[in-house]
């Protein structure tokens, strides 16, 4: 008998990540960066989160064959080798790879996630506008914040980006395109961000969390869930993942067949 062991974060079947990727909404305007067509933002809301590329929906993380309890062959997956450019992220997605670094790493290191996020290049843009239902600010963030992103790049009034390069993998990707590039003009106009207040208190929203472990209220919100596990997904710092065992077809070699079972 032969298994794939699948992980998944949510009920929905995995895509594989290309060479980039674009988390925008459905009605913006996107290419390829640098150039002339970027005249506006790339979009305002993402349409899902961009962890995708560094924790998929669903993904095989080992294969095994049985023959009695005794004869136990493994297999690993193929190895992760692609790198991956996710750009139009905004400040607060690109920040949220920080949590993911934590969760996977906090007690020993997931290799799957660790091999996809050192071949990721984070390219974000800074926000222009924000609405009722933004709160980065609560949790020690902004609308212009760099922490996470590799480029970060600013709207100028009169069209165009102003990058920023904050780290080697940035200058490593502004390398690639310098013939594209050109110098900040002396009358360059960053668009500012806007200005976002405080929606709640997020040290003492944490104090009151950790308070209501078992707090009624889990079990109330628990009733209305359908597990769809369409959250787990959506949210860019939840890492909730099931493993399934799923029997496959034999190779000619007697292990699981790697594209069996997808």
């Avoid at 895509?15 to 980039?20: A, K, P, V, Y």
């Avoid at 390398?175 to 997020?202: M, S």
């Avoid at 707090?215 to 787990?232: D, T």
């Amino acid at each position: 008998k032969a298994y794939w062991s699948l992980r998944t974060n949510t009920v929905s079947s995995g895509n594989g990540s290309g060479e980039s990727v674009t988390p925008i909404s459905a009605a913006a305007v996107s290419s390829t960066w640098p150039s002339e067509e970027w005249s506006t933002p790339i979009g305002t809301t993402s349409v899902t989160s961009a962890k995708s590329v560094v924790f998929p929906k669903v993904e095989q993380i080992l294969g095994y064959r049985t023959n009695g309890k005794d004869d136990v062959a493994l297999q690993e997956p193929e190895p992760i080798s692609q790198e991956t450019v996710v750009y139009g992220v905004r400040p607060c997605e690109a920040r949220a790879f920080a949590a993911l670094d934590a969760l996977f790493n906090w007690d020993s290191r997931d290799e799957l996630f660790n091999r996809r996020r050192a071949r990721l290049t984070v390219v974000a843009i800074t926000c222009t506008a924000a609405d009722d239902a933004c709160f980065c600010t609560s949790l020690g963030s902004g609308p212009d914040d760099p922490r996470g992103s590799d480029l970060l790049l600013h709207p100028l009034a009169q069209g165009g980006y102003a990058a920023d390069v904050l780290t080697e993998k940035g200058e490593a990707l502004l390398a690639l395109v310098q013939d594209q590039l050109a110098p900040l003009p002396a009358d360059a106009v960053l668009t500012p961000p806007p200005a976002l207040a405080k929606a709640f208190d997020g040290v003492a929203l944490g104090v009151a969390l950790a308070k209501s472990f078992d707090s009624p209220v889990w079990e109330q919100q628990s009733q209305r869930c359908l597990g769809c596990g369409a959250c787990a997904f959506v949210c860019p710092t939840c890492a909730c993942f099931d493993i399934q065992d799923e029997r496959v077809a034999i190779s000619p070699d007697g292990l699981p067949a790697s594209d069996a079972g997808r």
